[in-house]
Protein backbone atom coordinates (compact mmCIF):
# COMPACT_ATOMS: atom_id res chain seq x y z
CA UNK A 1 0.00 0.00 0.00
CA UNK A 2 0.96 3.11 -0.39
CA UNK A 3 -0.05 6.42 0.78
CA UNK A 4 1.28 10.27 -0.61
CA UNK A 5 4.05 8.07 -2.70
CA UNK A 6 4.81 5.91 0.22
CA UNK A 7 3.91 4.35 3.69
CA UNK A 8 1.01 2.85 3.76
CA UNK A 9 2.39 -0.48 1.59
CA UNK A 10 2.93 -3.09 4.45
CA UNK A 11 6.37 -4.95 3.86
CA UNK A 12 7.72 -7.49 4.58
CA UNK A 13 11.20 -8.47 5.91
CA UNK A 14 13.97 -10.34 3.00
CA UNK A 15 15.34 -13.32 4.12
CA UNK A 16 18.11 -13.78 5.30
CA UNK A 17 20.58 -16.57 6.64
CA UNK A 18 21.12 -15.24 9.57
CA UNK A 19 17.63 -15.59 11.68
CA UNK A 20 16.19 -16.03 8.47
CA UNK A 21 12.56 -16.64 9.77
CA UNK A 22 12.52 -13.74 12.71
CA UNK A 23 11.11 -16.27 14.51
CA UNK A 24 7.66 -15.09 13.07
CA UNK A 25 8.26 -11.65 15.41
CA UNK A 26 6.55 -14.86 18.27
CA UNK A 27 8.56 -13.35 21.29
CA UNK A 28 11.03 -10.15 21.15
CA UNK A 29 12.67 -7.96 23.53
CA UNK A 30 14.31 -4.82 22.21
CA UNK A 31 13.95 -6.10 19.04
CA UNK A 32 15.45 -9.07 18.97
CA UNK A 33 14.31 -12.87 19.26
CA UNK A 34 14.13 -14.47 22.65
CA UNK A 35 11.79 -17.74 22.16
CA UNK A 36 14.87 -20.03 23.29
CA UNK A 37 13.09 -18.53 26.58
CA UNK A 38 10.14 -21.07 26.25
CA UNK A 39 12.23 -24.72 25.93
CA UNK A 40 14.73 -23.05 28.69
CA UNK A 41 11.83 -22.22 31.10
CA UNK A 42 10.24 -25.63 30.75
CA UNK A 43 13.70 -27.32 30.78
CA UNK A 44 13.94 -25.97 34.53
CA UNK A 45 10.69 -26.39 35.29
CA UNK A 46 11.11 -29.94 34.81
CA UNK A 47 13.99 -30.25 36.31
CA UNK A 48 12.57 -28.11 39.50
CA UNK A 49 9.55 -30.60 39.41
CA UNK A 50 11.39 -33.93 39.29
CA UNK A 51 13.72 -33.00 42.18
CA UNK A 52 10.63 -32.08 44.45
CA UNK A 53 8.03 -35.01 43.49
CA UNK A 54 8.52 -38.14 45.32
CA UNK A 55 10.39 -41.16 43.27
CA UNK A 56 7.07 -43.24 42.51
CA UNK A 57 6.52 -40.35 39.94
CA UNK A 58 9.50 -38.89 38.31
CA UNK A 59 8.80 -36.92 35.38
CA UNK A 60 11.93 -36.20 34.22
CA UNK A 61 11.56 -38.66 30.83
CA UNK A 62 9.28 -35.43 29.84
CA UNK A 63 12.87 -34.01 28.89
CA UNK A 64 12.61 -35.35 25.79
CA UNK A 65 9.77 -32.54 25.23
CA UNK A 66 12.18 -29.45 25.20
CA UNK A 67 14.05 -30.21 22.14
CA UNK A 68 10.28 -30.60 20.69
CA UNK A 69 8.93 -27.31 21.50
CA UNK A 70 13.10 -25.82 20.94
CA UNK A 71 12.36 -27.38 16.99
CA UNK A 72 8.79 -25.36 16.29
CA UNK A 73 10.37 -21.46 17.67
CA UNK A 74 14.04 -21.86 17.28
CA UNK A 75 16.98 -22.14 14.89
CA UNK A 76 18.58 -25.42 14.01
CA UNK A 77 21.65 -25.16 16.28
CA UNK A 78 19.51 -23.91 18.94
CA UNK A 79 17.55 -27.08 18.91
CA UNK A 80 20.60 -29.03 18.99
CA UNK A 81 22.04 -26.98 22.23
CA UNK A 82 18.77 -27.95 23.80
CA UNK A 83 18.20 -31.41 22.38
CA UNK A 84 22.01 -31.82 24.58
CA UNK A 85 21.05 -29.88 27.71
CA UNK A 86 17.96 -32.09 27.74
CA UNK A 87 20.02 -35.29 27.75
CA UNK A 88 22.57 -34.28 30.39
CA UNK A 89 19.51 -32.85 32.94
CA UNK A 90 18.37 -36.41 32.31
CA UNK A 91 21.16 -37.76 33.44
CA UNK A 92 22.17 -35.94 36.17
CA UNK A 93 19.01 -35.92 37.42
CA UNK A 94 18.04 -39.29 37.49
CA UNK A 95 21.65 -40.75 38.88
CA UNK A 96 20.70 -38.15 41.84
CA UNK A 97 18.04 -41.00 42.74
CA UNK A 98 18.18 -44.07 44.22
CA UNK A 99 18.94 -46.61 42.28
CA UNK A 100 15.13 -48.03 43.06
CA UNK A 101 14.11 -44.40 41.50
CA UNK A 102 16.07 -44.30 38.57
CA UNK A 103 13.80 -44.15 35.33
CA UNK A 104 17.28 -46.38 33.29
CA UNK A 105 18.57 -46.57 30.33
CA UNK A 106 15.60 -46.86 28.08
CA UNK A 107 14.00 -43.55 28.72
CA UNK A 108 17.96 -42.41 28.28
CA UNK A 109 17.30 -43.62 24.80
CA UNK A 110 13.72 -41.50 24.64
CA UNK A 111 15.49 -38.65 25.11
CA UNK A 112 18.48 -39.20 22.86
CA UNK A 113 16.52 -39.86 19.62
CA UNK A 114 13.75 -37.53 20.78
CA UNK A 115 16.47 -34.78 20.16
CA UNK A 116 17.50 -36.23 16.91
CA UNK A 117 14.67 -36.26 15.49
CA UNK A 118 13.64 -32.85 16.95
CA UNK A 119 17.07 -31.45 15.51
CA UNK A 120 15.95 -33.07 11.87
CA UNK A 121 12.19 -31.74 12.33
CA UNK A 122 13.81 -28.07 12.90
CA UNK A 123 16.19 -28.32 9.88
CA UNK A 124 13.07 -29.14 7.12
CA UNK A 125 11.41 -26.18 9.08
CA UNK A 126 14.12 -23.83 8.63
CA UNK A 127 14.40 -24.64 4.72
CA UNK A 128 10.34 -24.65 4.31
CA UNK A 129 9.93 -21.63 5.99
CA UNK A 130 13.06 -20.23 4.07
CA UNK A 131 11.64 -21.16 0.79
CA UNK A 132 8.27 -19.62 1.92
CA UNK A 133 10.05 -16.13 2.66
CA UNK A 134 11.73 -16.38 -0.88
CA UNK A 135 8.68 -16.91 -2.65
CA UNK A 136 7.12 -14.04 -0.39
CA UNK A 137 9.94 -11.57 -1.83
CA UNK A 138 9.29 -12.70 -5.43
CA UNK A 139 5.95 -12.01 -5.21
CA UNK A 140 7.04 -8.71 -3.40
CA UNK A 141 9.23 -7.70 -6.16
CA UNK A 142 6.82 -8.50 -8.66
CA UNK A 143 4.29 -6.63 -7.24
CA UNK A 144 6.75 -3.47 -7.01
CA UNK A 145 7.67 -4.03 -10.45
CA UNK A 146 3.80 -4.15 -11.78
CA UNK A 147 2.58 -1.18 -9.35
CA UNK A 148 6.30 0.93 -9.14
CA UNK A 149 6.13 3.30 -6.02
CA UNK A 150 4.94 6.98 -7.09
CA UNK A 151 7.02 9.59 -5.78
CA UNK A 152 5.19 12.34 -3.81
CA UNK A 153 3.35 15.33 -5.59
CA UNK A 154 4.64 13.06 -9.01
CA UNK A 155 3.44 15.00 -11.71
CA UNK A 156 1.93 17.88 -10.15
CA UNK A 157 -0.49 15.83 -8.18
CA UNK A 158 -0.88 14.90 -4.65
CA UNK A 159 -1.63 10.90 -4.62
CA UNK A 160 -2.57 8.07 -2.12
CA UNK A 161 -2.99 4.60 -3.00
CA UNK A 162 -3.87 1.59 -1.02
CA UNK A 163 -3.93 -2.01 -2.91
CA UNK A 164 -5.00 -4.80 -0.93
CA UNK A 165 -4.70 -8.29 -2.72
CA UNK A 166 -7.67 -11.05 -1.96
CA UNK A 167 -4.84 -13.87 -2.12
CA UNK A 168 -2.68 -12.45 0.88
CA UNK A 169 0.11 -15.17 0.46
CA UNK A 170 0.56 -13.98 -3.59
CA UNK A 171 -0.11 -10.27 -2.48
CA UNK A 172 -0.62 -9.42 -6.11
CA UNK A 173 -3.34 -9.52 -8.47
CA UNK A 174 -5.15 -8.05 -11.37
CA UNK A 175 -5.59 -4.30 -10.08
CA UNK A 176 -3.36 -2.01 -11.69
CA UNK A 177 -2.88 1.81 -11.56
CA UNK A 178 -0.17 4.26 -12.11
CA UNK A 179 0.27 8.49 -13.00
CA UNK A 180 2.59 9.24 -16.10
CA UNK A 181 3.55 12.79 -16.45
CA UNK A 182 5.00 13.92 -19.66
CA UNK A 183 4.92 16.76 -22.20
CA UNK A 184 0.92 16.74 -22.99
CA UNK A 185 -0.16 16.88 -19.39
CA UNK A 186 -0.05 14.20 -16.22
CA UNK A 187 -1.94 11.09 -17.17
CA UNK A 188 -3.80 8.86 -13.85
CA UNK A 189 -5.21 5.22 -15.02
CA UNK A 190 -6.49 3.06 -12.66
CA UNK A 191 -8.07 -0.37 -13.51
CA UNK A 192 -9.34 -3.84 -12.69
CA UNK A 193 -8.31 -6.88 -14.91
CA UNK A 194 -11.03 -9.37 -15.32
CA UNK A 195 -9.96 -12.57 -13.34
CA UNK A 196 -7.23 -13.72 -11.28
CA UNK A 197 -3.88 -15.64 -10.63
CA UNK A 198 -0.98 -14.96 -12.96
CA UNK A 199 -2.79 -14.35 -16.08
CA UNK A 200 -4.23 -10.98 -14.61
CA UNK A 201 -1.32 -9.89 -13.26
CA UNK A 202 0.32 -10.36 -16.92
CA UNK A 203 -2.41 -8.57 -18.14
CA UNK A 204 -2.22 -5.54 -15.92
CA UNK A 205 1.46 -5.22 -16.53
CA UNK A 206 0.89 -5.39 -20.24
CA UNK A 207 -1.77 -2.82 -20.18
CA UNK A 208 0.41 -0.31 -17.48
CA UNK A 209 3.26 -0.98 -19.70
CA UNK A 210 2.03 0.62 -22.97
CA UNK A 211 -0.11 2.99 -20.64
CA UNK A 212 3.40 4.90 -19.34
CA UNK A 213 4.54 5.07 -22.94
CA UNK A 214 1.67 6.18 -24.96
CA UNK A 215 0.77 8.82 -22.20
CA UNK A 216 3.92 10.48 -22.48
CA UNK A 217 3.89 10.16 -26.19
CA UNK A 218 0.62 11.01 -27.19
CA UNK A 219 -0.75 14.32 -27.19
CA UNK A 220 -4.40 12.95 -27.61
CA UNK A 221 -6.05 11.00 -24.50
CA UNK A 222 -8.31 9.09 -27.05
CA UNK A 223 -5.19 8.13 -28.85
CA UNK A 224 -3.86 6.90 -25.29
CA UNK A 225 -6.98 4.92 -24.79
CA UNK A 226 -6.81 3.09 -28.39
CA UNK A 227 -3.42 2.21 -27.33
CA UNK A 228 -4.78 0.83 -24.55
CA UNK A 229 -7.65 -1.22 -26.61
CA UNK A 230 -4.93 -2.83 -28.87
CA UNK A 231 -2.57 -3.73 -26.43
CA UNK A 232 -5.60 -5.64 -24.51
CA UNK A 233 -6.68 -7.64 -27.81
CA UNK A 234 -3.06 -8.29 -28.17
CA UNK A 235 -2.44 -9.71 -25.43
CA UNK A 236 -5.01 -11.88 -26.10
CA UNK A 237 -4.29 -13.19 -28.91
CA UNK A 238 -0.73 -13.73 -27.45
CA UNK A 239 -1.89 -15.90 -24.70
CA UNK A 240 -4.24 -17.76 -27.36
CA UNK A 241 -1.42 -18.31 -29.98
CA UNK A 242 0.21 -19.89 -26.66
CA UNK A 243 -3.06 -22.24 -25.85
CA UNK A 244 -3.12 -20.92 -22.53
CA UNK A 245 -6.80 -21.11 -21.29
CA UNK A 246 -6.88 -17.42 -20.62
CA UNK A 247 -10.37 -16.77 -22.33
CA UNK A 248 -11.76 -13.47 -23.57
CA UNK A 249 -10.02 -11.88 -20.88
CA UNK A 250 -11.08 -7.62 -20.17
CA UNK A 251 -9.81 -5.20 -18.01
CA UNK A 252 -12.21 -2.39 -16.71
CA UNK A 253 -10.29 0.76 -16.30
CA UNK A 254 -10.58 4.82 -16.09
CA UNK A 255 -8.00 7.13 -17.83
CA UNK A 256 -7.97 10.74 -16.48
CA UNK A 257 -5.65 13.35 -17.99
CA UNK A 258 -5.05 16.65 -16.29
CA UNK A 259 -4.25 18.91 -19.46
CA UNK A 260 -0.78 20.93 -19.36
CA UNK A 261 0.46 19.22 -15.55
CA UNK A 262 3.20 17.57 -15.18
CA UNK A 263 6.51 18.04 -16.85
CA UNK A 264 8.27 17.48 -20.19
CA UNK A 265 10.96 14.89 -18.96
CA UNK A 266 9.59 12.25 -16.90
CA UNK A 267 11.58 12.29 -13.81
CA UNK A 268 11.82 15.81 -13.11
CA UNK A 269 9.27 16.15 -10.52
CA UNK A 270 8.53 20.46 -10.38
CA UNK A 271 4.64 21.12 -11.10
CA UNK A 272 3.45 22.79 -13.95
CA UNK A 273 0.74 24.65 -13.87
CA UNK A 274 -2.41 23.00 -15.57
CA UNK A 275 -5.62 24.17 -17.71
CA UNK A 276 -7.25 24.84 -14.47
CA UNK A 277 -10.26 23.21 -12.86
CA UNK A 278 -10.82 21.00 -16.39
CA UNK A 279 -9.78 16.91 -16.28
CA UNK A 280 -10.80 14.71 -19.19
CA UNK A 281 -11.80 11.10 -18.68
CA UNK A 282 -12.23 8.21 -20.84
CA UNK A 283 -14.28 5.11 -18.71
CA UNK A 284 -13.78 1.47 -19.64
CA UNK A 285 -16.83 -0.07 -18.10
CA UNK A 286 -15.19 1.16 -14.48
CA UNK A 287 -16.67 2.45 -11.37
CA UNK A 288 -17.53 6.11 -11.83
CA UNK A 289 -15.11 8.34 -10.25
CA UNK A 290 -15.99 10.16 -7.18
CA UNK A 291 -14.88 13.85 -6.83
CA UNK A 292 -14.63 14.34 -2.80
CA UNK A 293 -14.40 17.40 -1.31
CA UNK A 294 -15.69 19.91 -3.43
CA UNK A 295 -18.76 22.29 -2.61
CA UNK A 296 -21.05 19.64 -3.11
CA UNK A 297 -19.34 17.43 -0.66
CA UNK A 298 -19.01 14.02 -2.71
CA UNK A 299 -20.62 13.88 -6.31
CA UNK A 300 -20.10 10.97 -9.33
CA UNK A 301 -18.40 12.14 -12.48
CA UNK A 302 -19.37 11.32 -15.64
CA UNK A 303 -17.59 8.29 -16.74
CA UNK A 304 -19.16 7.38 -20.45
CA UNK A 305 -20.65 4.23 -21.74
CA UNK A 306 -17.31 2.88 -22.95
CA UNK A 307 -16.91 -1.02 -22.66
CA UNK A 308 -13.88 -2.82 -21.16
CA UNK A 309 -10.79 -3.09 -22.45
CA UNK A 310 -10.15 -5.98 -24.71
CA UNK A 311 -14.56 -5.79 -26.12
CA UNK A 312 -14.67 -2.64 -27.85
CA UNK A 313 -13.91 -5.22 -31.45
CA UNK A 314 -16.35 -7.76 -29.88
CA UNK A 315 -19.57 -5.60 -30.44
CA UNK A 316 -18.11 -3.11 -32.39
CA UNK A 317 -15.10 -3.99 -34.64
CA UNK A 318 -14.98 -1.02 -36.10
CA UNK A 319 -15.71 1.23 -33.11
CA UNK A 320 -12.81 3.91 -31.83
CA UNK A 321 -11.83 4.30 -28.42
CA UNK A 322 -14.98 5.77 -26.12
CA UNK A 323 -15.13 9.43 -26.09
CA UNK A 324 -13.28 12.00 -24.31
CA UNK A 325 -15.26 13.63 -21.54
CA UNK A 326 -13.88 17.38 -20.24
CA UNK A 327 -15.43 17.75 -16.40
CA UNK A 328 -14.97 20.52 -14.71
CA UNK A 329 -13.49 19.94 -10.80
CA UNK A 330 -13.60 22.40 -8.63
CA UNK A 331 -10.57 23.85 -6.42
CA UNK A 332 -9.69 21.41 -3.64
CA UNK A 333 -11.81 18.55 -5.22
CA UNK A 334 -9.87 14.95 -4.78
CA UNK A 335 -10.69 12.32 -7.97
CA UNK A 336 -11.11 8.88 -5.38
CA UNK A 337 -10.95 5.77 -7.77
CA UNK A 338 -11.82 2.42 -6.42
CA UNK A 339 -12.20 -1.34 -8.00
CA UNK A 340 -14.87 -3.14 -7.23
CA UNK A 341 -13.03 -4.68 -4.30
CA UNK A 342 -14.30 -2.08 -2.61
CA UNK A 343 -18.14 -0.99 -3.79
CA UNK A 344 -18.73 -4.76 -3.52
CA UNK A 345 -17.79 -5.30 -0.43
CA UNK A 346 -20.56 -7.39 1.27
CA UNK A 347 -20.98 -6.99 5.33
CA UNK A 348 -22.73 -10.23 7.07
CA UNK A 349 -26.20 -9.38 5.77
CA UNK A 350 -24.81 -9.43 1.82
CA UNK A 351 -25.47 -6.02 1.55
CA UNK A 352 -22.71 -3.67 -0.91
CA UNK A 353 -20.52 -1.37 0.88
CA UNK A 354 -21.95 2.22 0.51
CA UNK A 355 -19.16 4.44 -0.75
CA UNK A 356 -20.47 7.52 -1.74
CA UNK A 357 -22.65 7.54 1.71
CA UNK A 358 -19.73 6.74 3.59
CA UNK A 359 -17.89 9.15 1.89
CA UNK A 360 -19.66 12.00 2.75
CA UNK A 361 -20.30 11.44 6.46
CA UNK A 362 -17.30 11.04 6.97
CA UNK A 363 -16.35 14.48 5.30
CA UNK A 364 -19.25 15.82 6.85
CA UNK A 365 -17.36 15.41 10.31
CA UNK A 366 -13.73 16.12 9.48
CA UNK A 367 -13.43 18.07 5.69
CA UNK A 368 -10.05 17.07 5.95
CA UNK A 369 -10.99 13.98 4.74
CA UNK A 370 -10.83 14.87 1.59
CA UNK A 371 -7.24 14.70 1.52
CA UNK A 372 -5.41 11.95 -0.61
CA UNK A 373 -3.68 9.93 2.39
CA UNK A 374 -7.20 10.54 4.69
CA UNK A 375 -9.50 9.59 2.32
CA UNK A 376 -7.83 6.81 1.25
CA UNK A 377 -7.07 5.31 4.55
CA UNK A 378 -11.18 6.58 5.27
CA UNK A 379 -12.45 4.26 2.60
CA UNK A 380 -9.59 1.22 3.41
CA UNK A 381 -10.13 0.89 6.62
CA UNK A 382 -14.12 1.41 5.79
CA UNK A 383 -14.33 -1.69 3.52
CA UNK A 384 -12.55 -3.67 6.03
CA UNK A 385 -14.75 -2.68 8.63
CA UNK A 386 -17.52 -3.75 6.04
CA UNK A 387 -16.62 -6.58 5.15
CA UNK A 388 -14.63 -8.10 8.73
CA UNK A 389 -11.52 -8.38 6.55
CA UNK A 390 -12.66 -10.73 3.78
CA UNK A 391 -11.72 -9.70 0.86
CA UNK A 392 -13.88 -11.53 -2.27
CA UNK A 393 -11.39 -9.44 -4.68
CA UNK A 394 -8.61 -7.51 -5.03
CA UNK A 395 -8.86 -3.90 -3.69
CA UNK A 396 -7.97 -0.86 -4.65
CA UNK A 397 -8.09 2.70 -3.80
CA UNK A 398 -6.70 5.21 -5.44
CA UNK A 399 -7.12 9.14 -4.88
CA UNK A 400 -5.40 12.38 -6.52
CA UNK A 401 -5.97 15.90 -6.39
CA UNK A 402 -3.81 18.98 -8.29
CA UNK A 403 -0.74 19.82 -5.97
CA UNK A 404 -0.49 23.67 -5.06
CA UNK A 405 1.21 25.61 -7.71
CA UNK A 406 4.91 26.33 -6.99
CA UNK A 407 7.26 28.45 -8.55
CA UNK A 408 9.56 27.15 -11.23
CA UNK A 409 12.42 25.79 -9.69
CA UNK A 410 11.84 27.10 -6.43
CA UNK A 411 10.35 23.77 -4.50
CA UNK A 412 7.37 24.39 -2.08
CA UNK A 413 6.62 28.03 -2.62
CA UNK A 414 3.13 28.58 -3.64
CA UNK A 415 2.04 30.82 -6.85
CA UNK A 416 -0.39 33.19 -5.45
CA UNK A 417 -3.70 32.65 -7.77
CA UNK A 418 -3.33 36.22 -9.54
CA UNK A 419 -0.07 34.65 -10.58
CA UNK A 420 -0.97 31.65 -12.19
CA UNK A 421 -1.38 33.38 -15.76
CA UNK A 422 2.77 34.03 -15.94
CA UNK A 423 4.11 30.68 -15.82
CA UNK A 424 1.84 29.68 -18.55
CA UNK A 425 -1.62 27.72 -18.88
CA UNK A 426 0.31 24.69 -20.92
CA UNK A 427 2.80 22.81 -20.71
CA UNK A 428 5.54 22.54 -17.97
CA UNK A 429 7.24 25.85 -16.73
CA UNK A 430 10.32 27.20 -18.52
Same mark, same amino acid.
Given at each position: ? #?? !???????????? &??????? &?????? =????????????????? =??????????????????????? =??? %?????????????? $????????? %?????????????????? *???????????????? +? &?????????? @????????????????????????????? #???????????????????????? *????????????????????????? @????????????????????????????????????? /??????????????? @??????????? =???? !????? /??????????? /??????????????????????????? $? *???? +????????????????????????? +?????????? &??????????????????????? /???????? $????????????????????????????????
Amino acid at each position: M #ES !GGHGLRDRFPRA &RRRDVLQ &RHQLLQ =IRGRSVTWLVPLVMLVA =ITYADFHTTGEFRIVSWCVFVAA =IAA %ALCGVWTTALFAVL $ALLTYATSD %AAWPSEYREGAADFVLVL *VGGVLSVLAASVRVRA +E &RRMLHMMNIA @ETTRRTVLRPLPPRWGGLDHAAVYLAADA #EARVGGDFYDIQPGPHGTRVLLGD *VQGKGLGAVEAAAALLGTFREAAYH @EADLATVAGRLETRMRRHRAHTAALGWADGDRFATAV /LIGFPGRGTGVEGEN @EVAVGEPGVVE =IVGF !GHEPT /LAVGGPQGVRA /LPNGDGLPLGLGELVAPDAGPPPVLRV $A *VAPG +ETLLLVTDGVTEARDGAGEFYPLAE +EVAAGLARDP &RTAEPGRLVAFVRDGTLRHCRGR /LADDTTVF $AVRPATPVRPGVTGVPVPPGELGATGATGAPG
